[in-house]
Nanobody
């Protein structure tokens, strides 16, 4: 059974940085998409970024492009989301997600089969 475990959330001031980690386990396939969604109170889930395990190609939401960086760890089952220049509107629960190889091309929740429990990120002074 696939498990996705997030860590690294917390409280940070506007303009600060955080790094989220996601450790995936229980899967055997070599090709997949993995990334992050977020959900703020009263809002729909929003795709943040996703990466292909095939070639490392990545996609970012316009709202985070240039501020967030998604990368893979040395172990194939780990991904990181480096978040810089954080804004109050980045406050949300952040979820690690995993899906089929082509899912990363579109940040659509229904394209991802597996979701972690989420980690809270709060940006506030």
């Amino acid at each position: 059974q696939v498990q996705l475990v997030e860590s690294g959330g917390g409280l940070v001031q506007p303009g600060g940085s955080l790094r989220l980690s996601c450790a995936a386990s229980g899967f055997t396939w070599d090709y997949y998409s993995i990334g992050w969604f977020r959900q703020a109170p009263g809002k729909d889930r929003e795709g943040v970024a996703a990466i292909s395990s095939t070639d490392g190609d990545s996609v970012y939401a316009g709202s985070v492009k240039g501020r967030f960086t998604l990368s893979r760890g040395d172990a194939k089952n780990t991904v990181y989301l480096q978040m810089n220049s954080l804004k109050p509107e980045d406050t949300a629960v952040y979820y690690c997600v995993m899906g089929p190889p082509a899912a990363y091309l579109e940040l659509i929740p229904a394209h991802y089969n597996y979701w972690g429990q989420g980690t809270q990120v709060t940006v506030s002074s």
